[in-house]
């Protein structure tokens, strides 16, 4: 299209359409840019390309049956979806799990933080054509993949959490399984600072692109590592402590210029942090209970069911009708690995959810892209989208 | 010998073959990956899993490169439109696999804006079943590829091609041959009016020089 | 959080704000209509506690929601301050069938304008002054709003093409500044036997 810019000067601009189908907008964001050669002047960009409708189809099942939508939501750490919808509705019932259950969750937690990061990591690497920190971020996650399959059954849609406790307790040498991951992520760390930190072409491509000022982040309703990155030290992991974080000895990790290669370098020394808190939390680990003892909302198990009334009713009622959340409105965030993963809900007093509204930090994140890509060249914006982290599932829901 | 080389079957049985034992060997595939399924593609290319045992390392990101188009993820209303342009930009020939619950059936997204597996868009060759599907169920499926690309003749989908494309041909030629006939026949009553009008006006003349 | 508490009285006393009582875990309050604008202006600037960062706007349909009076939907909106560490509030604003106009509040956070895209394309609550409203998640060619109580979930929309973004790009840069004098040829992917003998559920 031909215009003429603020000066009254005549631009020939091209209108070029990028994504969803591009390797780097991984199916979930269209980039519709007008390009002055091959500088971006303006940029529209439009999702939805996964919405999956998570709202309608939870209001459809019981509370239980809502845990494993959760579980798609963020799909690369699974369950940290789940804990932040259970942990919600634990909060409008005022129950408090018991302390084996809340050491699981924090090992539970940082694990799946670390897979999140070592994928986003790799993807950004991908994405600009670096394939070996792609291998060696994927190391390390399939060791952890290897202890959710024996904790949970499941590679990646692990749906553990249940309201009032864990799905169930972990296995003989959990322990020893998750110190090994640790030791695994430690080194693959190590290779992947190799990769990253003195590389030329890396380097050029990443600082100084993309910045963002802190209080446009904040406008934007950015959290987590990408908001951490324009340097402000946000967590609600030291902000709004569950789970005893406070008592974890762990720094927030903030970068200095809230560019592409701050996002992805914050990203890496969470991942320090998170192992920190997994072994201080092994130590912490002292058998006892993992669940509540309330039949009207943790399931008894199989041995009261089978062998107690009281077991048999309360198993029964919570499966066919659902537990009953307490009437009333409440908005609850809890850090994810991506930002502070919000649930707005309404519950009527029944089985049913009435409205579960999911706060996704990629939808905050990605809104801001069309700003952070002008003036930048088609390739930077590619350099970019990655470090967002954009999870199409949490994106569109 | 002479006799050996003048039966037909000997050469295209082994093309088939040959043709085959490369396709089945280097499946470059076109990963459509939207959602969780994607991940586990990924995982099933590095490390552990290592897709490029069976030739399928070479991951390309456009359709005009890749053989088979690997589904991964939830297709929505919103991207239906656009993986069937994708799957008809790709070159013959082409295969489809339907990773996952979600590709296949819609999987437990039962909902206003998914559609109920991508068969309603477009041909599917292998499912695989799983939310999402494991490593090993992928290459189950790749298994599952190879064999029935093992199955399929050249020479065989090349005469059927060739037949279709000459019925198209004579259709199309009939069509043409219709239509100038047509033309040809609108033409020559045309002359034939113009010659009687001829004729009419010279029988006009002479009547008036006779007048 | 006792800062919270303060705010809530004092929007209670300065806007005439009602608590809601239906949260009862967290703060929230019932402003009307015409003083949102007001309210989300004061408690990002001139508030003892800046709540500087808009979380979440949720749509609620009250329809088959029991023994519910009052207007059938609601817009939630969850605050968050970034200085004071914890502080949250929420603010809802009723919304009658009626009526489905909220002025917005893109002016003040940038969030706000996906937020009021998604609740316009999920309930038709329609925000005043909003720079760019249509649909988000849902395609152009859908009909209706989905998570209003009375759409069917299983109510499917076929579509027969991508979006068209360029009208929305020319507006992107005419906000710039910029001047369109010649639209380029545009390759409409228009195809009209799109998903022709697919099985129309």
Known sequence: MIVLDPNGEKLNLMALNVGPTHPATHHCVRLLAALDGETIVAGVHEIGFMHRGFEKMVERGTWQQALPYTDRLNYCSAMMN????????????????????????????????????????AAAFQDLGGTTPFMYAFNPREEIMLIWEKLTGARLTNSYARIGGMYRDTYNGFEEDVLAACTSVEKALKDLHACLDRNRIFLDRTVGIGKISKERAISYGWTGPVLRATGVASDLRKDEPYYDYETYDFEVVVGTQGDANDRLQVRLAEIEESVKIVRQALKRLAPGPIDIVDPRIRVPNHKLAYQDMEGLIGRFKSVYEGIRVPEGEFYCGTECANGELGFTIVSDGSGHPYRIKARSPSFAHVSAFAELVEGLTMADSMAILPGLNMIAGELDR | MKNEAEKPNFITSSLDFIVNWGRTNSLWPFPYGTACCAIEFMSTEVGRYDLSRIGSEYVRFTPRQSDVLLVSGTITYKQAPILQRMYEQMAEPKWVIAMGACASSGGFYDCYCTVPGIDHIIPVDVYIGGCPSRPEAFFDAMFDLQKKIKDESYMKMRTQRVKEQWELIKAKTAEAKAAAKEAAQSKITEVKDFVVEKEQKLIKTAQFWKD | MENVENIVSLLEEKFGAQRDASAKWDACVVVAKENLHAVVEFLKNDCAVKFDMLLDAAGIDYLTYPNHEGPRFAVSYAFKSMETAGARIRLKVLVSEADLKVPSVADLYASANWLEREVYDQFGILFEGHPDLRRILNHVEFVGHPLRKDYPAHKRQWLSTSDYLVPELEKVLESKGYKVIERSEEVDPVDEEFLEGSIKA
């Open chain 1, 82 to 121: 789940n804990i932040a919808f259970v942990r919600t509705v634990e909060k409008m019932f005022d129950i408090e799990i018991p302390e084996r259950a809340k050491v699981l969750r924090v090992i539970v937690n940082e694990l799946s933080r670390i897979n999140d990061h070592f994928i986003c990591v």
